[in-house]
Nanobody, 122 residues
Framework: QVQLVESGGGLVQPGGSLRLSCAAT???????????MTWARQAPGKERELIAT????????NYTDSVKGRFRISRDNPKQTIYLQMNSLKIEDTAVYYC????????????WGQGTQVTVSP
């Protein structure tokens, strides 16, 4: 079955950078290259929010306003991996970060990873 495994989280000071990775396995009925991928995050006491999305061929990306200009999503289809480069991190970026996958024609994300903790603190 499909598995998504995030890595790269940790503790960083404000203004610092982190790079998250999400490795995907188990895509049998449809190849990874047909999936839209997203990064989402959930801060304590808040709802989970989608923050960065990339379509199947990487030709289009979308970001929520709070991370525009600071975060960059990318994907490597042969490696079945997506990335989130996070720069100029702020305390309010502290959250559990998740990756998720869906086929382009579905509305809801079908598969979710377990998440990786990012803590931004002085």
């Amino acid at each position: 079955q499909v598995q998504l495994v995030e890595s790269g989280g940790g503790l960083v000071q404000p203004g610092g950078s982190l790079r998250l990775s999400c490795a995907a396995t188990g895509f049998t009925s449809s190849p990874f290259s047909r999936y839209t991928m997203t990064w989402a995050r959930q801060a304590p006491g808040k709802e989970r929010e989608l923050i960065a999305t990339i379509i199947n061929n990487g030709g289009y990306t979308n970001y929520t306003d709070s991370v525009k200009g600071r975060f960059r999503i990318s994907r490597d289809n042969p490696k079945q991996t997506i990335y989130l480069q996070m720069n100029s991190l702020k305390i309010e970026d502290t959250a559990v970060y998740y990756c998720a996958a869906k086929r382009s024609w579905t509305q809801d994300y079908e598969y979710w990873g377990q998440g990786t903790q990012v803590t931004v603190s002085p």
